[in-house]
């Protein structure tokens, strides 16, 4: 099975500023990883998959980047609804799932 | 649009079943470009997927390996809907469920782009 590492586990920013997240996995996925962002009481949204492409409808302002085995989330211009956790997913190997970043907004 | 609407009991007791509809609006079940999953997630197990269905000349069904004993994915064509049958349920299992549009086993490149609104199921007696 394909495990999928997120770091950090809690991240604070203000808001207007930049974070990056991280996910490692354990094999390689080569572009087969997707990024979900996920509010209180809602089921996940895709923001990215195939490693860099946005979703329809996501602000520019989240990339995605990496292949193979490490990959990133950037998101750039925090604002206050960007407070989530957000989850990197495979589909290289079946689908597993990592175990989330909480992202707040100061 | 197509939408998922989910239906289904919040609570089950331990030892007994538990089934979860999913409707389709505005897609067929049978589409030959995506398929349909179920993913759970709870605190301690987070996301986990669980199966899935599509129809590709016919129907196929992929399961989890640690819930391949206990689990079966059915489709009912007429009302445009699948379910989720889990057996022999514990604490464990309690969860938010999900049914979710993704790939089928040739859509190279595709992740999970239209989920459920979710239904928590408790097992407790």
């Not at chain 2, 199966?51 to 059915?74: C, M």
């Amino acid at each position: 099975e394909v495990v999928l590492t997120q770091s950090p586990g809690t991240l604070s920013v203000a808001p207007g500023e930049g974070a990056t997240l991280s996910c490692m996995a354990s094999h390689n996925l080569k572009s087969n990883l997707a990024w979900y962002q996920q509010k209180p009481g809602q089921a996940p949204r895709l923001l990215i998959y195939g490693a860099s492409t946005r979703a329809t409808g996501v602000p520019a302002r989240f990339s995605g980047g990496g292949f193979g085995t490490e990959f990133t989330l950037t998101i750039s211009s925090l604002q206050s609804e960007d407070s989530a956790v957000y989850y990197c997913q495979q589909y290289e190997d079946w689908y597993t799932f990592g175990q989330g970043t909480q992202l707040q907004i100061k | 649009q197509v939408q998922l609407q989910q239906s289904g009991p919040g609570l089950v007791k331990p030892s007994q079943s538990l089934t979860i509809t999913c409707g389709i609006s505005g897609d067929s079940v049978a589409t030959n470009r995506a398929a349909w999953h179920w993913i759970r997630q709870s605190p301690s197990r987070g996301l986990e997927w669980l199966g899935r269905t599509g129809f590709r000349s016919q129907w196929f069904h992929d399961y989890a390996v640690s819930l391949k004993s206990r689990l079966t994915i059915t489709v009912d064509t007429p009302k445009n809907q699948i379910s989720l049958r889990l057996n022999s349920v514990t604490p464990e299992d309690t969860a938010v469920y999900y049914c979710v549009r993704g790939p089928g086993p040739y859509e190279y490149g595709m992740s999970f782009d239209l989920w459920g609104q979710g239904t928590l199921v408790t097992v407790s007696s």
